[in-house]
């Protein structure tokens, strides 16, 4: 036994794990992860139905349902929150203990197929009914993207005005 203090050797522990390689690459790899098209449509929904100021949750990457909570507070009106679940039957479950916790349940969001869900509870038992489908975008390919910004280009050179051409001012105002 050593006679360092505990929190000398909580760092040393810490140190080492930051040293070790697995540790280092595996904290950017979830960071740098980028979200689907149906996430990206989910909290475009979840804005629309709880306002601009909502927050993502990262259990959102991956879930196949989407539940919009919000806190219920004596003063102010706090965000709500988008959280990701892996089924309906977590998502009745998350309902019925938001009842039970003291927030509002906003809406439900299923990704699998891109429909607001309007869960009833009656009895202790939650049903869904699913709404109109929303269109989700698709991601477009580089090169129809490349082509895109092409035929704008042309477009634009086109249809300029004379005065809006550098006229060889090097980038500054005439004097």
């Known amino acids: 036994m050593s006679d360092e203090p505990d929190y000398i050797k909580a760092l040393k522990r810490t140190q080492e794990r930051q040293k070790a390689p697995g540790?280092?690459?595996?904290?950017?790899?979830?960071?740098?992860?980028?979200?689907?098209?149906?996430?990206?449509?989910?909290?475009?929904?979840?804005?629309?139905?709880g306002g601009k100021d909502v927050r993502t949750a990262p259990s959102l990457s991956g879930a196949k349902v989407a539940i919009?909570?919000?806190?219920?507070?004596?003063?102010?009106?706090?965000?709500?929150?988008?959280?990701?679940?892996?089924?309906?039957?977590a998502l009745e479950e998350r309902i019925r203990t938001a009842q039970g916790a003291g927030e509002n349940v906003l809406g439900c969001f299923e990704?699998?197929?891109?429909?607001?869900?309007?869960?009833?509870?009656?009895?202790?038992k939650v049903t869904f009914s699913a709404g109109k489908p929303r269109e989700i975008m698709k991601a477009q390919s580089p090169e129809r993207m490349i082509r895109m910004a092409?035929?704008?280009?042309?477009?634009?050179?086109?249809?300029?005005?004379?005065?809006?051409?550098?006229?060889?001012?090097?980038?500054?105002?005439?004097?």
């Open 23 to 49: 540790a280092a690459k595996a904290a950017p790899a979830a960071s740098s992860r980028t979200s689907t098209p149906a996430e990206r449509e989910a909290i475009r929904w979840a804005q629309e139905v």
């Open 150 to 175: 092409t035929k704008q280009a042309e477009v634009l050179a086109k249809t300029r005005k004379l005065d809006d051409r550098n006229q060889g001012g090097g980038g500054r105002g005439r004097r």
């Open 68 to 89: 919009l909570v919000q806190k219920i507070a004596p003063v102010g009106n706090p965000p709500a929150t988008v959280e990701g679940l892996p089924s309906r039957e």
């Open 111 to 124: 990704l699998t197929t891109g429909r607001p869900l309007t869960a009833e509870l009656a009895d202790g």
